[in-house]
C-alpha cells in the first residue's frame, strides 16, 4: 500500500503561483512513477502531469505553466503552477503508479491522495 498526502492548494489571483507537494509512504517511492490529476465541479478528472521514477519521462497536458518534479531522497512530488488561470480551478490529485514508467492514464494509477483544492480568482 501507498499512502498519498496532497498540499499546497489554496487561493490565488490569476497570474499567481503555487506550488504543490505530495509525500509518499508505504512503499519505496524510487520503484513508483508519480502524476497529477485535476478535476473541475461537473467535469471528469484529467490527467495533469507525470514523472517517472527517475524524473527521466515527463508528460504534461499543460505545456509552458506547470512542472513537475521530485526529490526521490524525500518521497516527495511535486507540482510548481505559474500564470495560474481561473479555469485551472480544481482539486488536484497525486496518484502513484506501481510500475516505474509513467503514465497519461487514470486507469494506470493502483494510488491516489485525498486532493487539495486549487482556486484561482479572476
Known amino acids: 500500500q501507498v499512502q498519498l498526502l496532497e498540499s499546497g492548494g489554496g487561493l490565488v489571483q490569476a497570474g499567481g503561483s503555487l506550488k504543490l507537494s505530495c509525500a509518499a509512504s508505504?512503499?519505496?517511492?524510487?520503484?513508483?512513477?508519480m502524476g497529477w490529476f485535476r478535476q473541475a465541479p461537473g467535469k471528469e478528472r484529467e490527467f495533469v502531469a507525470s514523472?517517472?521514477?527517475?524524473?527521466?519521462n515527463i508528460y504534461y497536458a499543460v505545456k509552458g505553466r506547470f512542472t513537475i518534479s521530485r526529490d526521490n531522497a524525500k518521497n516527495t512530488v511535486y507540482l510548481q503552477m505559474n500564470s495560474l488561470r481561473p479555469e485551472d480551478t480544481a482539486v488536484y490529485y497525486c496518484?502513484?503508479?506501481?510500475?516505474?514508467?509513467?503514465?497519461?492514464?487514470?486507469?494506470?494509477?493502483?494510488?491516489w491522495g485525498q486532493g487539495t483544492q486549487v482556486t484561482v480568482s479572476s
Open positions: 508505504g512503499r519505496t517511492f524510487s520503484s513508483l512513477a
Open positions: 496518484a502513484a503508479r506501481g510500475l516505474p514508467y509513467s503514465s497519461r492514464y487514470f486507469a494506470d494509477y493502483n494510488y
Open positions: 514523472i517517472d521514477w527517475n524524473g527521466g
